[in-house]
């Protein structure tokens, strides 16, 4: 759950002007959330960015839900696509 972030790269330009090439990564995290579909955590790696936005949404399911960002689930193969799926299935269950 990157929502579209990735690796982006660039100089480090001291004051002498000597480029050296460098990166820089998103801040991922290994988090655990809490769905109330499924009844219990699910573990995650999401950016901090994803997280507020979870937060934003009200949880982890409203967020796969009602998320614009659906064409990021679906490049994601398995891992958020799968746990779309089955946050809707345990959802239509109810």
């Known amino acids: 759950l990157f929502e579209g972030r990735a ?3 660039g100089n480090n330009v001291p004051h002498s002007k000597h480029k ?3 990166k820089w ?3 991922v995290q ?3 959330l809490f769905s ?3 009844g219990g955590t ?3 790696r999401l950016t901090t960015s994803t997280l507020r936005t979870i937060d934003k949404y ?3 399911d409203a ?3 009602r998320s614009k960002n659906l064409g990021a689930f679906e490049r994601m193969a398995g891992s958020a696509m799968g746990l779309r799926i089955r946050i809707r299935e345990a959802e239509q269950a109810k």
Do not use: F, I, Q
Request: glycine fraction near 8%; proline fraction near 4%; charged fraction near 25%.
């Open 7 to 9: 690796t982006l790269s």
């Open 20 to 22: 050296t090439k460098r």
């Open 25 to 27: 990564y998103p801040n």
């Open 30 to 32: 290994n988090k655990r």
């Open 36 to 38: 109330e579909a499924l």
């Open 42 to 44: 699910v573990k995650v």
């Open 58 to 60: 009200g949880g982890l």
């Open 63 to 65: 967020y796969m839900l």
